[in-house]
């Protein structure tokens, strides 16, 4: 199967290219919402909310989230557009520059991260298996293995990847995973017991609640760059939106559990020596290697962003973009650039509050007549929506500023909309 060479990012998937159903956007997004990271948010609602307070927030907040995700999603379909190409129709082409380049700066940071999380935790269950003298343990034995994975994934192009890797073997032996740790869990520990058990009050609801929807959230900057492969709508948002709730939802519920169960402290290594002590180890380890497929989303996602500011081909920039996270991974500690990621982050949910209404309510999901330069209304909602995240964040945070702000924001462009109206589906920029 071809890779992504055959078209550019910046124009349309050709409808023989758009291969992707339901069962294929399930498995990718599925996997993509398992992973050490989920298990370890999860981790960090346990001791705040309790078991029935953690899995309640988490429920809510991956419900939302990937309600917005798969909308996003049907975006991509619509327009067979990648993420930030599309930005192009409710921004104007100058307007969607920002987003690409704050895009190309947290996807090299989170590829960097999830290799950093990947070698931290194999070094870890290396250790334990082979001593901690033992060669096995060193550190950047274990980044170059996985910076070099997820760059030949990245590499490959969704196309190869979700058809002949995760759709034929990989979901299989990820579910396969999910539900030993389950039956692990069911085993040990006293469920009926933790669930009773009330939290410590260290963590508001709507702070678990805005926790659980930033998961989902984080990938609004990258789905259209999957979902453009999609054959129909309707599949891609349903495909989307259970794959990742299920994933997601499962995953940070059992970090949740067994952070209340078998390390209560809540430090990050007693939980992983704790799901290591399921099935040998083995579940835990093919969930460590699902990681890889986060990173291969953000090294592939930042190439097809990049390749819309040089005229370079993806599977090369995937390339370069690979090396760079895994030589970050190797040299820097990201400990202080994870607030920075965090702040850009901040900018996307009201950005994509702008991006929904303009392609659902006011083009009605048609396409421009023209790209201008720059969208003015677009740009003031944006502008508008992240100041109300941070105003949210900093002075109300038991209220949670995700959802307020991105509701805004696309409250705000509405209504700009239609006070600047031209005509149905058309804006004044």
Not at 61 to 69: A, K, P, S
Not at 126 to 133: E, I, K, L, R
Not at 316 to 333: E, W, Y
Request: charge should be positive; charged fraction near 10%.
């Amino acid at each position: 199967m071809n890779t992504t060479s055959s078209y550019s990012p910046d124009s349309a998937v050709p409808a023989d290219r758009r291969v992707f159903g339901a069962r294929d956007l399930f498995t990718l997004w599925f996997s993509l919402g398992v992973g050490l990271m989920v298990l370890q948010t999860g981790a960090l609602l346990a001791p705040g909310l309790g078991l029935a307070g953690a899995v309640l927030a988490i429920a809510a907040g991956t419900f939302v989230g990937v309600l917005l995700l798969a909308s996003v999603a049907v975006i991509g379909s619509d327009t067979g557009l990648s993420a930030m190409a599309a930005l192009r129709l409710s921004l104007g082409r100058g307007g969607a520059a920002v987003p690409a380049v704050l895009n190309l700066l947290q996807l090299i940071g989170w590829g960097s991260f999830e290799i950093i999380v990947m070698r931290d935790a194999a070094s870890l269950l290396a250790g334990q298996a082979f001593g901690v003298d033992s060669g096995w343990t060193a550190p950047l034995l274990w980044t170059i293995v996985f910076g070099t994975l997820a760059t030949l994934l990245a590499v490959s192009g969704p196309l190869t990847f979700v058809r002949k890797v995760l759709r034929k073997w990989g979901i299989w032996l990820l579910l396969g995973a999910c539900l030993w740790l389950t039956w692990n869990l069911f085993a040990k520990a006293d469920l009926s017991a933790l669930w009773a058990r009330a939290g410590d009050d260290t963590i508001a609801f709507a702070t678990g609640f805005d926790i659980a929807i930033a998961m989902p959230l984080s990938w609004l900057p990258l789905i259209a760059d999957y979902s453009r492969f999609g054959r129909r709508a309707r599949s891609v948002f349903a495909g989307t939106a259970v794959g990742f709730f299920l994933g997601n939802f499962w995953l940070m519920s059992l970090g949740v559990a067994y952070t209340l169960a078998f390390a209560p402290s809540g430090d990050v290594n007693a939980l992983l020596l704790a799901l290591a002590g399921a099935g040998l180890g083995i579940p835990l380890l093919l969930i460590l290697l699902d990681e890889s497929e986060n990173a291969f989303a953000d090294i592939h996602s930042a190439a097809v962003s990049t390749s819309l500011l040089v005229r370079l081909k993806v599977e090369h920039l995937a390339l370069a973009i690979g090396l760079l996270c895994t030589l970050i991974a190797c040299v820097a500690p990201l400990a202080q650039y994870q607030n920075f990621l965090l702040l850009i982050g901040s900018v996307f949910a009201p950005l994509f509050g702008v991006v929904l209404v303009d392609h659902f309510v006011v083009r009605r999901r048609r396409a421009r007549a023209e790209v201008v330069a720059l969208r003015w209304n677009a740009l003031s909602a944006w502008v508008i929506g992240i100041g109300t995240y941070h105003a949210l964040a900093n002075g109300w945070p038991q209220v949670g500023a995700t959802l307020p702000a991105l509701l805004l924001a696309g409250l705000v462009y509405a209504a700009l909309s239609l006070a600047f109206s031209r005509g149905p589906g058309t804006a004044r920029a």
